[in-house]
């Protein structure tokens, strides 16, 4: 079985500061990793994907996560937050066989103050 | 990617009537749709998995004949929300995962059950 930790429910910073969103997972099988966010009263749009390869992925919007293997984390980072980037922030797994289900965190609100 | 459509984006309905919601795949045939319902400020959490042909599957503590879940074609999965209640009152998505790669979602249905 998978599960997804995020840490944070709420993290506030101040527009133009750095921000970092932590995840850790647990899973006995390889996993697929993801970070999605989701505007108010949208759909999930997909931020970035560890799927093999590099552990520094970048995605969408100037953000960028690294897969940590040996502490089982897939911490989101972005090195200046912008206004545009409140949202609320999910981290995911699914793990490496067909048609599996995809398992959520419990999400982490980022709030962007000017 | 797939692209996935969801409608309507939003409904409000009499309590005690029924209410369907349509999940269409438009680039890619999806054997296994997945429905979620997320209350406010919290994540997604897995209703049912449904699939093409045969009947869907339903996470514990999913009523079944409430939630009825059709999979007739490889590009539309339907939920019809029966005899609806204000409780039932929520915001519905469904998502197609492609084997190896992030999962894609509709982009959400507000149910206000009034």
């Known amino acids: 079985a998978q599960s997804v930790t995020q840490l944070d429910s709420q993290v506030p910073v101040f527009e133009e500061a750095p921000v970092e969103l932590r995840c850790n997972y647990s899973s006995s099988v390889s996993v697929y990793l993801f970070w999605y966010v989701q505007y108010p009263n949208q759909g999930l749009q997909l931020l970035l994907k560890y799927l093999s390869g590099s552990t520094l992925v970048k995605g969408i919007n100037g953000f960028e996560a690294e897969f940590n293997k040996s502490q089982t984390s897939f911490h989101l980072r972005k090195p200046s937050v912008q206004i545009s980037d409140t949202a609320e922030y999910f981290c995911?797994?699914?793990?490496?066989?067909?048609?599996?289900?995809?398992?959520f965190g419990s999400g982490t609100r980022l709030s962007i103050r000017p | 990617g797939a692209v996935v459509s969801q409608h309507p984006s939003w409904v409000i309905c009499k309590s005690g009537t029924s209410v369907k919601i349509e999940c269409r795949s438009l680039?890619?045939?999806?054997?296994?749709m997945f429905w979620y319902r997320q209350f406010p400020k919290q994540s997604l959490m897995l209703m049912a998995t449904?699939?093409?042909?045969?009947?869907?599957?339903?996470e514990q503590g999913v009523e079944k004949d409430k939630f009825l879940i059709n999979h007739a074609s490889l590009t539309l999965s339907t939920l019809t929300v029966t005899s609806a209640h204000p409780e039932d009152s929520s915001f519905y998505i469904c998502s197609v995962l492609p084997v190896g790669t992030e999962a894609f979602f509709g982009q959400g249905t507000r149910l206000t059950v009034v």
């Open positions: 680039d890619f045939q999806a054997t296994t």
């Open positions: 995911a797994v699914t793990p490496y066989s067909s048609a599996s289900k995809i398992i």
């Open positions: 449904s699939n093409e042909g045969s009947k869907a599957t339903y």
